[in-house]
């Protein structure tokens, strides 16, 4: 016996906790093979004449928090569907 409005509510916590684990796992797992590159140079050139030996990485807080928001509006455009459904197959 549960509400139109919880339902919605508890599809839309569903695709937010889905998300947010694995936007924390995504986030630390490219955290960590950034710093990887940086410290131990997992890729290199390839090249015998290049001037640095690996690609070179830089690790800023501006393109974390641009994936982090990227991330949440992927995650209410893809919970809101179907949210919605669920909620209209209720009334069925």
């Known amino acids: 016996g ?3 409005n919880q339902v919605r509510a ?3 916590g569903e695709g937010a906790i889905i ?3 694995g936007a924390i796992f995504g986030l630390t797992l490219g955290y960590i093979f950034c ?3 940086q ?3 997992l890729i ?3 090249l015998a004449t290049s001037v640095v030996d690996y690609y070179p990485v830089a690790m800023e807080w501006q393109d974390f ?3 982090s928001l990227v ?3 992927i995650t209410v455009l893809g919970s809101v569907r179907p949210a919605t459904m669920a909620v209209n197959y209720g009334k069925l």
Do not use: R, Y
């Open 10 to 12: 508890i599809f839309l």
């Open 2 to 4: 549960a509400t139109a």
């Open 39 to 41: 410290e131990v140079g």
């Open 19 to 21: 998300s947010l684990s």
């Open 35 to 37: 710093w990887l590159q």
């Open 65 to 67: 928090a641009a994936t």
């Open 44 to 46: 290199g050139m390839g």
């Open 71 to 73: 991330i949440a509006v």
